[in-house]
């Protein structure tokens, strides 16, 4: 299986503050790759796919980069309601596989 | 709206069964394929379960595979996941999701707790 290694594990940003999240990933997975949000209890939701491509009603101030095995997230100023937990997945090579997930808190 | 909502969790035994079920509506579920996916207490996303739009193929990791079955009705827009011997570390919350390049919309999640 795809090995996602996802960091940091948590991560406190300030109101407007830029931060970036990265998975990378044990082999090419050709920008087969979609990032998500979750907030407490809720289920996940899509932001990004095809590694910079953002899902429909997703704010500009996400997006997306990378190819081969690096990508990354970015949150392009921090807002609260950004607070929750994120997470990456693979879709290059079945089974897919996810990041372990970075927790992003407001500070 | 995509509406997709799970049913059929509880606790149950190591080594017994159950059924989940996932009512989808607001898009035309014979022409999606769907996925079980589920989430540990306090731990990552495991991808449970793949089904094609007719159901004729599915996919399933070595964790689960010859344990659950993933299964569907286009006439009813109902997804189902049985699962069978189930064991300790297949408590989870489970969440039923629609695949169109990647799992683009999940149910709210069901738990399924295994315990003696």
């Known amino acids: 299986d795809i090995q996602m290694t996802q960091s940091p594990a948590s991560l406190s940003a300030s109101l407007g503050e830029t931060i970036s999240i990265e998975c990378r990933a044990s082999e090419d997975i050709y920008s087969n790759l979609a990032w998500y949000q979750q907030k407490s209890g809720k289920s996940p939701q899509l932001l990004i796919y095809?590694?910079?491509r953002l899902q429909d009603g997703v704010p500009s101030r996400f997006s997306g980069s990378g190819s081969g095995t690096q990508y990354s997230l970015k949150i392009s100023g921090m807002q609260p309601e950004d607070e929750g937990d994120y997470f990456c997945l693979q879709g290059s090579k079945f089974p897919p596989t996810f990041g372990g997930g970075t927790k992003l808190e407001l500070k | 709206e995509v509406q997709l909502v799970e049913s059929g969790g509880g606790l149950v035994q190591p080594g017994r069964s159950l059924k989940l079920s996932c009512a989808a509506s607001?898009?035309?579920?014979?022409?999606?394929?769907m996925a079980w996916v589920r989430q540990a207490p306090k731990k990552g996303l495991e991808w449970v379960a793949t089904?094609?739009?007719?159901?004729?193929?599915?996919y399933y990791p070595d964790s689960v595979k010859g344990r659950f079955t993933i299964s569907r009705d286009n006439a009813k827009s109902s997804l189902y996941l049985q699962m069978n011997s189930l064991k300790s570390e297949d408590t989870a919350t489970y969440y039923c999701?629609?695949?169109?390049?990647?799992?683009?919309?999940w149910g709210q999640g069901v738990m399924v707790t295994v315990s003696s």
């Open positions: 089904i094609s739009t007719s159901g004729s193929r599915t």
């Open positions: 999701a629609r695949v169109d390049g990647t799992t683009d919309y």
């Open positions: 607001g898009f035309t579920f014979s022409n999606y394929y």
């Open positions: 095809a590694a910079n």
